[in-house]
């Protein structure tokens, strides 16, 4: 079953609203978590690894006043898309470390279409 | 700084013949190794992994990659493809730490010709 849960999975919004996408590791805490933006027929690119009780450590070119990411506890992170414009129209994914060796656990990932 | 190489952004064969999907990487430490499957419209499935032992690690749906550190190669590859594997194949790297982010190469679509 899934070990991490991702919501929504489709958004469908007007231009310049604010979305926020949440993302929580099942029967596990995770003080780290990260997301990933997938454009049409594109790879995963890491935004940002969340971290939890502290700030967000987003990848160069991510702006950090556009995708807060908040995670307040050790089994939920947020990813909010603030004023979202047609540009940010994409496949959020967020992840989880693995327990020992094995890898990531990834969510189903949240369609965002914004008109 | 760690990367993949995915060699050709579309592969096509045909139905029952061998798939070879190619990756190198490039990193400074010893790495973990993954290649993940993505069909349309849906989220990531890991396929196989590599992180120690044997060098040659197989994965579901009759897929397998062989650990080649002296051509920092990890290429995917199956013997006989099947009209289910079409879809976008990942070859993905990161650190040996279960906590470091995973770097995706730019992915493969897999065609399959009746």
């Known amino acids: 079953g899934a070990v991490v849960s991702q919501h929504p999975s489709w958004v469908i919004c007007k231009s310049g609203t604010s979305v926020k996408i949440e993302c929580r590791s099942l029967d596990f805490q995770a003080t780290t978590m990260f997301w990933y933006r997938q454009f049409p027929k594109q790879s995963l690119m890491l935004m940002a690894t969340s971290n939890e009780g502290s700030k967000a450590t987003y990848e160069q070119g991510v702006e950090k006043d556009k995708f807060l990411i908040n995670h307040a506890s050790l089994t939920l992170s947020t990813l909010t898309v603030t004023s979202a414009h047609p540009e940010d129209s994409s496949f959020y994914i967020c992840s989880c470390p693995g327990q020992g060796d094995q890898p990531q656990h990834f969510g189903d990932g949240t369609r965002l279409s914004i008109l | ?114």
């Open chain 2, 1 to 114: 700084a760690q990367s993949v190489t995915q060699l050709g952004s579309h592969v096509s064969v045909s139905e029952g013949a061998l798939v070879l999907l190619r990756c190198n990487y490039s990193s400074s430490v010893p790495p973990y190794l993954f290649w993940y499957v993505q069909y349309p419209n849906q989220g990531l499935q890991l396929l196989l992994k590599y992180t120690t032992g044997a060098t040659l690690v197989k994965g579901i749906n009759g897929f397998e990659a062989e650990f080649k550190k002296s051509e920092t190669s990890f290429h995917l590859t199956k013997p006989s493809a099947h009209m289910s594997d079409a879809a976008e194949y990942f070859c993905a790297v990161s650190k040996r730490n279960r906590d470091d982010k995973i770097i995706f190469g730019k992915g493969t679509r897999l065609h399959i010709l009746p």
